[in-house]
Structures are given as structure tokens and as C-alpha cells.
């Protein structure tokens, strides 16, 4: 499909059609892509790997986040469906944030891209030193 093709086609019997190619920049995909790709997302998807938790423990078990990225962040997982905030009253009231069956599916490409980073982090931490030390652009 190239950029100029409509993603959106009509067919008379079945409705719409949506074709969806990620590597172009007009194609709807690429802001579902910003889930797995983005610096925070996939850290709370593996952090909820085993289930709901708590703001403050998923803060924790998160590391480095603050507490007004990682509100950013799942407001925007939770408007996209890859995660539930499930509300119990109580003194105080209670908060928990887990995945749902559409975030689950990505446990299992998290959890491969995770050990790929690492399994090969001392080989790309090695390239990169000698990528810097050979004075490269």
C-alpha cells in the first residue's frame, strides 16, 4: 500500500475494510506501535505481568518513573485498552491498575524483547563504547 492510498476502502457487502502497513506515516497503526515502543508502557506491562497492582507499587516496581509520567502513562494504556483501573472504596479508597485481555497479549512480546535486551545489553553496551571511542560522528 503507498501513502496515497486511502487506509479506509468501501465494499458494498462486508462495510469498511481497514488495511493497516505501520511503516507508513499516515497509517493509524503507528500510534498503537507507540505502546511497545515507548520508554514507559512496556515496563508497565511487565510489571503487571503477574497481575493488579497498586499505583504506588507498580511506581515501585516501575523504578525511575515519576509519579506524574507514570499517571500519563496509564491514562493513556487505559483509553487504548491495554489496561483497567479498578476503583474499591475504603479509608483510604483503593486503586488497583491491571492488564486486560487485550494488554495481556502483550506480555509475551514484552517478555521476549526483555530477555533479548538482556541477553545482548553487554554486546551493544561494547559496540557503543567502541562506536564513541572511535570518534565517530
Known amino acids: 500500500m503507498t501513502d496515497t492510498t486511502s487506509y479506509v476502502t468501501e465494499d458494498r457487502r462486508a462495510g469498511p475494510l481497514i488495511d493497516y502497513d505501520v511503516m507508513s506515516p499516515r497509517c493509524p497503526s503507528r500510534t498503537v506501535l507507540r ?3 515507548n520508554r514507559w508502557s512496556p ?3 511487565m510489571a503487571l505481568h503477574d497481575g493488579p497492582l497498586r499505583f504506588s507499587d507498580l511506581r515501585c516496581r516501575v523504578g525511575g518513573v515519576t509519579p506524574k509520567v507514570l499517571t500519563q502513562t496509564l491514562r493513556s494504556m487505559e483509553r487504548d485498552g491495554l489496561l483497567e483501573r479498578t476503583e474499591t472504596s475504603g479509608v ?7 492488564l486486560t485481555p487485550l494488554g495481556a497479549t502483550l ?3 514484552m ?3 526483555r ?3 538482556q ?4 554486546q551493544v553496551l ?8 572511535a570518534g565517530a560522528p
Open 35 to 37: 505502546h511497545v515502543v
Open 43 to 45: 515496563l508497565v506491562i
Open 92 to 98: 483510604p479508597p483503593r486503586v488497583d491498575y491491571g
Open 107 to 109: 506480555r509475551g512480546p
Open 111 to 113: 517478555t521476549t524483547l
Open 115 to 117: 530477555t533479548w535486551a
Open 119 to 122: 541477553d545482548h545489553a553487554d
Open 126 to 133: 561494547a559496540a557503543r563504547e567502541a562506536y564513541d571511542a
